[in-house]
């Protein structure tokens, strides 16, 4: 039986890596992988305290899934977005982002 | 054999707290991608051990099976990374917001545990419609973006 310290743990290192590497890499891609990471901890944490609940909770699985959706989302957006900046040779330091200024 | 689940949680939450960092010290983008493939999976052998088998299959089908596979082919054009990282700003950082984040939770992961955590959903989740809503307008701007980036890409979509 996995004590739900450790779970949390887990998630809060997984969130404080992904701040660290989005606060300390100017790489665009890195910085939504880092996002990514940080989803991933984010349903550790909402499964790790629905099983300290100890029971069956449907709820759970709808807002897995309104995660699970928001990070499909956030990768089809980092996916258009990489493939306009390599098509039009934009540098992937964030930087020097200044030709997607409004 | 009551130590093999902690000594298997141990084990994966390693690879998963280096892979983790590995994403950001890879210079090659292919391979920070796999690295993050490797947090996906490990948050589904947690699954596993927590009992939840269908969401770690889940979890190992959409993520591991389909988004990955799909951010490994669009971000294999690239080869190099070409923005700087500085590593001496990343130790810092990670050690004090995990370790400020795991005392937070040690000091309110007790209390919000148990049947409160079912009250508080409960309650929260009384505004579900709002959830789908917020899930169909992040779709709705999924689908502006690539309409409006349509007009400057010469892709096939």
Redesign the interface.
């Known amino acids: 039986m996995l004590e739900l310290y450790y779970l949390t743990g887990l998630a809060f290192a997984l969130v404080g890596i992904a701040m660290a590497g989005m606060t300390s890499n100017r790489h665009f891609i890195a910085m939504m992988l880092g996002i990514e990471s940080i989803f991933a901890a984010s349903t550790v944490l909402l499964i790790s305290f629905f099983d300290a609940s100890k029971t069956a909770n449907p709820q759970a699985f709808i807002m897995l899934i309104a995660i699970w959706a928001v990070a499909a989302a956030e990768i089809m957006v980092m996916i258009v977005l990489y493939v306009y900046m390599k098509s039009e040779g934009i540098n992937f330091d964030v930087s020097k982002l200044t030709r997607m200024k409004w | 054999m009551?130590y093999v689940?902690?000594i298997l949680?141990c084990a994966v939450?390693l690879v998963?707290?280096a892979s983790?960092?590995a994403?950001?010290f890879k210079r090659n983008?292919m391979h920070?991608?796999l690295y993050?493939t490797l947090?996906?999976a490990g948050?589904a052998v947690?699954?596993i051990?927590?009992?939840?088998t269908l969401?770690a299959m889940l979890?190992l089908f959409?993520?591991v099976g389909g988004?990955s596979s799909?951010?490994m082919v669009?971000?294999a054009?690239?080869k190099r990374?070409?923005?700087?990282?500085?590593?001496k700003?990343?130790?810092p950082?990670?050690?004090?917001?995990?370790?400020?984040?795991?005392f937070?939770?040690?000091n309110t992961?007790?209390t919000?545990?148990?049947?409160q955590?079912?009250a508080y959903?409960?309650s929260a989740?009384r505004y579900?419609p709002m959830?789908?809503m917020?899930?169909i307008l992040?779709?709705g701007?999924?689908i502006g973006?690539?309409v409006v980036?349509k007009k400057?890409?010469?892709?096939v979509f």
């Not at chain 2, 051990?49 to 939840?52: A, E, I, N, R």
């Not at chain 2, 950082?93 to 795991?102: E, F, Q, R, V, Y």
Request: glycine letters at 10%; a negative charge.
């Open positions: 009551p689940d902690l949680f939450a998963m707290v983790a960092a994403i950001f983008m920070s991608v993050l947090v996906f948050s947690v699954f051990l927590l009992g939840q969401i979890q959409i993520f988004f799909y951010l669009t971000v054009m690239e990374g070409s923005a700087e990282f500085n590593p700003l990343f130790f950082i990670a050690t004090i917001i995990s370790i400020g984040l795991i937070l939770a040690g992961g007790g919000l545990a148990g049947t955590m079912n959903l409960g989740m579900y959830i789908y917020v899930v992040l779709f701007a999924l973006s690539i980036l400057f890409v010469k892709l």
